[in-house]
């Protein structure tokens, strides 16, 4: 080696003491960016659900070295310390790194020698589970080295190479423990053998500069009042409409809205959001509700709580926003006239009720029927005597706007069951044709 040293009467001290302070403060840096970021966080209380760390990051990484070879007659074991930033490639497992290295490597001959390094490589962080990663490193680079008495340096810098392999543990979304291994290699020249080979027990501390994180936000809602004679209905046509928003920096994927009720639904009703949402982006998602029967207890206008939950995933985690919204729901017997159909709702054949009174009418007139006219008219005009005779007729209310000649589809209008018109010998229903009872033989038609 008597061409790779150069004898030093004390120029070598400074520029070593000088590496070792910026060593030092680079070191350093990452717990103060750690502090930084936690004690921001306790201040702004910034809601923010999805916590995605930068792709870039900083890392201090001790190391206990051991020489190994012919390496390890001449020294004994020693330290380093390796300061340097990590660019994770977005949307892979590839990295890119960099950084500089001080390490110690005591001589077994009463001294000791110090390498000063700059490197640069690659590698691979491959997610195991939720907590734990594969990480694979190779970097290459220069280096000065100095005996410690400041008697000889290198008159140039030399190559060296490293590789490692270990394992990641994401403590924090910001913050990682790495634990590895490492090879390191200090090249006298290409032709010659290393002037230090060994073996590095390493533990790396890395924290990511920044947060691209947020949330997916839901600046609006509008929920409509809900029909219960209508139950079935709100399972593919909309009860409501939410918007969302992001303003996460990366895309939100799996976007999911539910709504759940707890009084009248069994599990909650699911929308999926096809695609992904990003930055700034906002859509607009239909909400669905399966109401169960007991929707048809309700007998008089009333409010209930509506949970409205919404979820996505961000780089491969789940997160979940929820919002309780006030939901009104009007009594078994309200409607529209938007949709003349929807009156069909309030004919329930299937009745046993209604099944007994249809039973009754059509038992007493099979004996008594004209084969020259048509069956179906027979019975309707059977069915029509027969509620006339029972009473059952048109009774407008004056109070509303139909019994003005108003014909406003938005009105909510009032509708009884047939069972319970049977019941009540009564028809109260404001609409000009309203099952036509008195008109039309269509209604008594269809129970049969």
């Known amino acids: 080696m008597g061409c790779l040293w150069k004898e030093s009467k004390g120029s070598a001290r400074p520029i070593l003491q000088r590496m070792f302070l910026v060593a ?61 930033a990590k660019y994770l490639i977005p949307g892979s497992v590839f990295s890119i790194q960099g950084g500089i290295q001080y390490a110690y490597a005591p001589v077994q001959a009463a001294t000791s020698l110090s ?37 000889k340096y290198t008159n140039f810098p030399y190559p060296f190479v490293n590789g490692g392999l270990g394992l990641r543990f994401p403590f924090a979304p910001s913050f990682g423990l790495a634990l590895a291994v490492r090879y390191n290699c200090y090249f006298a020249s290409l032709t010659q053998s290393p002037m230090y080979q060994g073996l590095s027990a390493v533990v790396g501390l890395d924290v990511a500069l920044g947060n691209l994180g947020g949330s997916v936000e839901m600046p609006a809602l509008d ?106 729901l009007w009594g078994r017997n309200a409607m529209t006239w938007d949709d003349n159909r929807k009156a069909a709702a309030y004919v329930t054949s299937k009745d046993p009720g209604v099944l007994n009174f249809a039973r009754s009418v059509s038992s007493y007139i099979r004996s008594k029927e004209n084969r020259s006219i048509c069956d179906n008219l027979q019975a309707a005009i059977a069915f029509h005597e027969a509620l006339n005779l029972y009473g059952l007729n048109y009774t407008p209310n004056p109070k509303t706007l139909y019994s003005e000649g108003i014909d406003t589809h938005s009105h909510r209008d009032t509708l009884l069951l047939i069972l319970r018109l049977i019941a009540q010998r009564a028809y109260n229903v404001d609409s000009k044709s309203t099952f036509g009872l008195t008109e039309s033989f269509q209604p008594i038609a269809c129970l049969f």
């Open 223 to 328: 929920l409509r009042p809900a029909f219960p004679v209508f139950y079935k209905h709100y399972d593919d046509h909309p009860i409501g409409t939410l918007k969302i928003k992001s303003n996460l920096r990366v895309p939100a994927t799996d976007i999911r809205a539910q709504v759940y009720i707890k009084e009248y639904m069994d599990s909650p009703k699911v929308t999926e959001v096809p695609g992904s949402l990003a930055l700034g982006e906002s859509k607009d998602i239909d909400l669905y509700a399966l109401f169960t029967d007991k929707m048809l207890l309700v007998t008089e206008g009333t409010k209930v709580a509506a949970e409205i939950t919404l979820s996505y995933k961000v780089e491969g985690q789940s997160y979940e926003d929820r919002k309780i919204e006030t939901l009104t």
């Open 115 to 151: 390498f000063a390094a700059a490197y640069a490589g690659a590698g691979v962080q491959i997610p195991i589970a939720s907590w734990i990663s594969l990480l694979a490193t190779a970097s290459g680079g220069v280096y000065f080295a100095a005996y410690n008495d400041f008697s």
């Open 24 to 84: 030092l403060l680079l070191g350093l840096l990452p717990a103060a960016i750690v502090v930084a970021q936690n004690a921001s966080n306790v201040v702004t209380q910034k809601q923010s659900i999805a916590q995605v760390p930068s792709p870039l990051s900083l890392e201090l990484m001790p190391t206990l070295d051991m020489p190994i070879a012919d390496s390890a007659q001449l020294f004994t074991t020693g330290g380093a310390v390796d300061v340097g």
